[in-house]
Structure formats: structure tokens, C-alpha cells
């Protein structure tokens, strides 16, 4: 695993400065120390047999993830929903703020999602949270493209569904 940090550290800093750009202004959580930290947590786990690079990106991501959702967790109990940031379901999950929803519904609606269907949930995470192209995730799973675009749209359609108004739980 550190061999593998600073040959894909631009991209996971990218990546980190992509989610913290949708964070309000004045966030105190950069790219880089969400990037550190991310690391941080994957050299605290057991040892894991890395399959390359996208392996790496999707172990990222879900770090990625775990740390946002903590860190909006703390932000809502601090002051009863402040501080929630928004992602975007789009499929240009970098850069795009349309149909966007807050981090903990979207995190309570992935893991509902990963009950009633893993592999869609882990698509999801890895569109979401990873940045990862459809490429990517297919071969980090060993399935087609095609059925990788299936899912995500099939995924995404299920999350928009669960995330508007008249569904979520309050």
C-alpha cells in the first residue's frame, strides 16, 4: 500500500478536493489532510492483498466516505443539521451539483442499497465516493461494462427514488 500512495496520490487529492469543493464555505478539511487521513485508516486495517491500482481507489473510496459521513455525523449532533453538505448523483459525480442530496441520507440510502442488492451498492459507492469509471469498476469486479452501466443506472434511479422528499425518513 505505500507503494503504491504516491503513484495514485494526485488522483486520490483530486478526488478529495472534488467532494470538499461542494462542502460549504470555510470547511476546515482540505484535500490533502482527507487524503492523509483516508490513508491513515487503510495502513491502520490488517494487511490486504492489493489488485492494483482500481482496488486501491475502491478501498479509498469507502474510507473517503466513512470519513465525510463521521465528519457531517459530528457537524449534524453539533448543531442539528448543520454543516450537511450535499452530493451529487449525476453521472459526472466529480463536478456536477444537479440533483444533489445530503451526505448521511446518501449514506443511509447506500447501505440500504447494499442489503437489497451488494453489488449495486458497491457500484454505487465506487461511482459516488470513488470517481471510478465504468471501466474501473468492472474490472475491479470482474464483470462486464455493460452490466456495470445497467446497475449504476438501475442504482441511481433506486437512490434518486429513496433520496426525494416525499421518502425519506425524518
Do not use: C
Amino acid at each position: 500500500m505505500a507503494e503504491l500512495l504516491p503513484l495514485v496520490y494526485d488522483q486520490l487529492r483530486a478526488l478529495a478536493a472534488g467532494y470538499l469543493r461542494r462542502e460549504r464555505p470555510g470547511g476546515t478539511l482540505q484535500p490533502t489532510a482527507l487524503v492523509h487521513e483516508a490513508y491513515l485508516r487503510l495502513a491502520g486495517r490488517p494487511p490486504v492483498s492489493l489488485h492494483g491500482k482500481t482496488h486501491f481507489f475502491a478501498l479509498a473510496a469507502v474510507q473517503m466516505r466513512r470519513i465525510l459521513v463521521d465528519r457531517a455525523r459530528a457537524a449534524a449532533s453539533a448543531k442539528r443539521g448543520g454543516g450537511l453538505r450535499r452530493i451529487a448523483l449525476s453521472d459526472d459525480v466529480a463536478s456536477s451539483t444537479d440533483g444533489s442530496v445530503e451526505l448521511l441520507a446518501l449514506d443511509e440510502a447506500l447501505t440500504r442499497l447494499a442489503r437489497r442488492n451488494p453489488r449495486r451498492g458497491k457500484i454505487s459507492e465506487m461511482r459516488i465516493f470513488g470517481g471510478m469509471t465504468v471501466g474501473e469498476i468492472a474490472s475491479h469486479l470482474g464483470i462486464s461494462e455493460r452490466t456495470v452501466r445497467e446497475d449504476w443506472r438501475v442504482a441511481r434511479a433506486w437512490l434518486m427514488k429513496e433520496l426525494s422528499p416525499g421518502n425519506r425518513a425524518s
